[in-house]
């Protein structure tokens, strides 16, 4: 089984729909984090937690809410959808391994908001 | 001005050859530095970390970091027909990790 898995895995949705994205994590990572990917733009960090007590916005949180529900779940959800936020959507987590913070990836949701 | 910079490519070079990718980063403040490839529609996966001046090796793989340059790079030795996939530089500033857009390597048989 995946260490990080997310879903759904595909989600097409309409403008104004509440969406909600789920990862879990069987690795034991307290940090997890939500990134989006678009071409041109490359990974771009949504929101961050490092325990279920502690998030954190990332550069681009507009338009996004995250909730740690427990260590190994972290769920994100756009509460009124809009096209612009049709992209690759990716949660991943890290820990330390060899003296860096070492990040691992789900294998993304691509969302699509008509 | 972006975090992290990357020529997107494409890169093209023949079986065999040794592949050369870059990557600059504005904040001197960055402390630890990130390859990975990613194959087209699938997620990122690591292929080497290096926090250090100087090389780093692993395997066909060697990361390069000049920090008074600001520069890293990854250099792929016999570069084979698998390589050809986006290769992703990222830094880590503070608590956040930041990522380049991404150079395309095709590795042509």
């Known amino acids: 089984d995946a260490d990080v898995t997310q879903t759904p895995r595909n989600r097409i949705t309409k403008t104004g729909k509440r969406i909600m994205l789920e990862c879990s994590q069987t690795k034991g990572h307290d940090r997890m984090y939500w990134y989006r990917q678009d071409p041109g733009l490359g990974l771009r960090l949504i929101y961050y937690s490092f325990d279920v007590k502690d998030i954190n916005k990332g550069e681009i949180s507009d338009g996004y809410s995250v909730s740690r529900q427990a260590q190994a779940k972290f769920s994100l959800s756009l509460e009124s959808a809009i096209p612009n936020q049709t992209a690759l959507y990716f949660c991943?987590?890290?820990?330390?391994?060899?003296?860096?913070?070492?990040?691992?990836f789900g294998p993304g949701t691509r969302l699509t908001v008509l | 001005q972006k975090e992290v910079e990357q020529n997107s490519g494409p890169l093209s070079v023949p079986e065999g050859a040794i592949a050369s990718l870059n990557c600059t980063y504005s904040d001197r403040g960055s402390q630890s530095f990130f390859w990975y490839r990613q194959y087209s529609g699938k997620s990122p996966e690591l292929i080497m970390f290096i926090y250090s001046n100087g090389d780093k090796e692993d395997g066909r793989f060697t990361a390069q970091l000049n920090k008074a340059s600001q520069y890293v790079s990854l250099l792929i030795r016999d570069s084979q027909p698998s390589d050809s996939a986006t290769y992703l530089c990222a830094v880590k500033k503070g608590n956040q990790f930041y990522f380049g857009t991404g150079t395309s390597l095709t590795v042509i048989p």
């Open positions: 991943a987590t890290s820990d330390f391994w060899q003296g860096a913070d070492t990040q691992y």
